[in-house]
């Protein structure tokens, strides 16, 4: 892509914090809209993805990709303490940068020293008015990111789809841009100068979905911040273009494993520590 270093680079940062935790406490199953990022002070756990379970020891971490079915276990230590984030990083507002790289299952030393200390420096933002916190987070969550990378390989096709996804940026633009009611595929495609055959298998090929899927995880991303933000599902569901709460609801459920009002419970009690 040219000029690449030009391209919209957001991160944002949603949650986090240096939290003492105990033995065996476990989060269930579920997915986030976002990177769920660990590492163990003083504390062993298990990171149960849906096709492999990890052992991490204290001094390591792990990073649970978005959208990934997941469960958090801690085992055991003296004096247990996570230090975890939650965030988003993505490229021209809506892919995710992460995606160009391949992820260890768990970080170990140095590079988990690393980035420790890098989540606890977002983390430990001054005092400050809300314009210099802003900053602050932004460039904090930019090193942290920098420090994750720093322990993965570039994928090998980062080149090209690189440049295919510039000739995406209208129609990702267009499709965000338009979450409520519907998507119609042939427009997205218009604004790319494309046929709708091509377009989808451009679209799966650079952003590993189809076109559909990809607007409906916008949709369920932003019916999350929503909800996070106050609203009400049925406020949500109307903000969005559901046909009604029960259809959000249900496609809630699907991408995230619990329904709108299971997340706002356990969101008000805080169940998990990460």
């Not at 809506?94 to 140095?110: A, N, R």
């Not at 259809?247 to 991408?255: A, G, I, L, N, P």
Request: aromatic share 8%; charged share 30%.
């Amino acid at each position: 892509m040219e000029q690449i270093e030009n391209v919209p680079l957001d991160f944002e940062f949603l949650d986090g914090g240096v939290t003492p935790v105990n033995c065996g406490n476990d989060t269930g199953r579920r997915r986030f809209p976002f990177h769920v990022l660990v590492c163990n002070d003083g504390m062993s756990s298990r990171a149960e993805r849906e096709t492999r379970v990890t052992a991490v020891s204290d001094g390591e971490g792990y990073l649970i990709r978005k959208n990934e079915l997941h469960r958090l276990r801690t085992r055991e230590g003296e004096h247990p303490v996570s230090v975890w984030c939650h965030f988003r990083i993505t490229l021209l507002h809506g892919m995710d940068f992460l995606d160009f790289f391949e992820l260890p299952e768990k970080f170990t030393p140095p590079e988990s020293t690393r980035i420790r200390e890098a989540c606890r420096n977002l983390l430990a933002g001054p005092p400050a008015s809300a314009l210099r916190q802003m900053l602050f987070r932004k460039s904090a969550g930019l090193r942290l990111v920098e420090a994750v990378t720093a322990a993965c390989r570039e994928r090998e096709d980062t080149p090209e789809r690189l440049g295919q996804l510039r000739r995406l940026v209208p129609a990702l633009d267009f499709m965000s841009r338009n979450l409520a009611g519907k998507c119609r595929l042939e427009e997205a495609a218009a604004r790319a100068n494309l046929s709708e055959s091509r377009f989808t298998v451009l679209f799966k090929q650079t952003m590993t979905s189809s076109p559909g899927a990809y607007w409906q995880s916008l949709r369920l991303r932003r019916a999350h911040e929503l909800l996070s933000a106050g609203s009400t599902p049925a406020e949500t569901a109307a903000a969005l273009g559901f046909c009604d709460v029960f259809h959000f609801s249900r496609s809630f459920k699907r991408h995230f494993g619990v329904t709108p009002a299971e997340y706002l419970r356990r969101r008000r009690e805080r169940l998990s520590p990460f």
